[in-house]
């Protein structure tokens, strides 16, 4: 145990060093001395910009996205805490002897299948408004905010403009507690590890997806999130990956090329890493198992199905949670989505969304080479941790550090959240 925690704290010293000493480098001195926005040129080319002129300064943008600064700002907070709660709650239930935790969970069988379930239900919801949405959304620099706005002024398609957003917040904590679900509950075998890699790699992609989902807005705040997104890998990735990301962000071709990552790439790869971790998951077992008898009954007999319905629990528990997830995700779509002003150039005026808060507080330290590292040293932090994880331990060093890595995003977050905007593309 003793050379455990020790070489856990090495290995987070051994990642952390180097890049607060790369962070304070003489070339993160020259980057600030540019207005990047500007260099090069071709970087506002997925956009349809304003120039900001003598009679509209930065504060006057600013002011123009008071209002939506501060509602986001408000929602960070609340989506943050949210999500801290439902990780220590998460903790708390697996933490609890079997037969207390029976008790309190009544009809679910497990924690990990309920929020399992839920997550294959918020990507069914997601798939249906986005088709929806694709029907009249524009991914072309002259006609994406014009497209939004036509979206925003029907009340009905604007109504599952919320839904997509909603629907997309609440995938990501519902991927982010099936992640804590099972460092809490140990990886410590070869399938749990895949498991718990596998769910990771889900969590990296529906974040990838959503912050593709903000450039496609063409708005105040979409702009600003590409210009760092651009900056950030042309800069500090490795010269192979910043050329082939540089293919999706440069140019007027890039709103299309991120759309069809949003809408197409991404969630193909989604599917697949789900069909990946759906083998290794026995009650996901059992459940597509119920749901091929009941579909294989419907279309031989409707009768079959009532004589076999005791069979079917964690079906009948999944329709019952998802009925209760849409219904909240309705409700929370009565608040809109966000929508700012249409970009001006040069100015930097907004926050990135709340999953990504805590990168934008290490970025106000130690600069624009964070939006690669901090993610980075995040990532292989988590990749790590279930080699530290002891099956006989209720605290190990994977608990430990899991834990830890919490506080310090959920204390990074909320700060950004409350901090006054700080501007790092020197503007």
Not at 38 to 58: K, N, Q
């Amino acid at each position: 145990m003793f050379n455990k925690y020790y070489l856990v704290i090495v290995v987070v010293l051994a990642l952390i060093i180097p890049s607060v000493s790369f962070a304070h480098s003489a070339h993160d001195g020259g980057v600030k001395d540019v207005p990047m926005l500007h260099a090069p040129a071709s970087i506002g080319g997925g956009f349809e910009m304003r120039d900001v002129d003598d009679g509209l300064t930065e504060a006057g943008v600013a002011s123009l996205n008071e209002a939506v600064i501060k509602v986001e700002a408000g929602r960070s907070v609340i989506k943050v805490l949210i999500a801290a709660l439902l990780i220590a709650l998460v903790a708390f239930i697996v933490r609890l002897r079997p037969g207390v935790q029976n008790v309190l969970l009544k009809n679910f069988r497990s924690v990990g299948f309920l929020i399992g379930a839920l997550v294959l239900s918020m990507l069914l919801l997601i798939t249906i408004t986005g088709m929806v949405l694709s029907l009249f959304y524009l991914p072309f620099p002259e006609y994406a905010y014009q497209s939004i706005q036509n979206i925003i002024a029907v009340p009905l398609v604007s109504y599952i403009r919320n839904l997509h957003y909603w629907a997309s917040d609440l995938l990501l904590v519902l991927l982010l507690l099936h992640v804590s679900r099972l460092v809490f509950t140990k990886v410590v075998d070869k399938q749990k590890r895949i498991a718990y890699w596998t769910g990771l790699s889900m969590f990296v992609i529906v974040a990838l997806a959503l912050l593709f989902g903000t450039f496609l807005r063409s708005d105040q705040e979409a702009f600003e999130a590409y210009a760092h997104f651009w900056v950030g890998v042309a800069e500090y990735l490795p010269w192979g990956i910043s050329h082939i990301a540089a293919f999706f962000g440069d140019g007027s071709m890039a709103l299309m090329r991120f759309y069809v990552s949003h809408a197409i790439l991404l969630p193909t790869g989604l599917l697949i890493l789900l069909a990946a971790h759906a083998m290794l998951a026995r009650s996901f077992k059992g459940l597509t198992k119920q749901v091929g008898v009941v579909l294989h009954s419907v279309i031989t007999a409707a009768e079959k199905v009532k004589k076999r319905k005791f069979r079917f629990h964690q079906l009948r528990v999944w329709g019952y949670a998802t009925a209760v997830l849409w219904s909240i995700t309705a409700l929370l779509a009565i608040v809109p989505a966000p929508f700012m002003s249409a970009p001006y150039n040069g100015l930097e005026v907004t926050k990135p969304p709340w999953y990504l808060l805590w990168v934008y507080g290490f970025e106000n330290v130690w600069g624009m080479k964070m939006i690669v590292l901090a993610p980075l040293v995040l990532l292989i932090l988590l990749i790590i941790l279930p080699y530290f994880s002891k099956e006989n331990k209720t605290m190990d060093a994977a608990t430990i550090g899991f834990v830890v890595v919490c506080v310090v995003i959920v204390v990074l977050s909320l700060m950004a959240a409350l901090g006054s905007p700080v501007s790092h593309l020197s503007m």
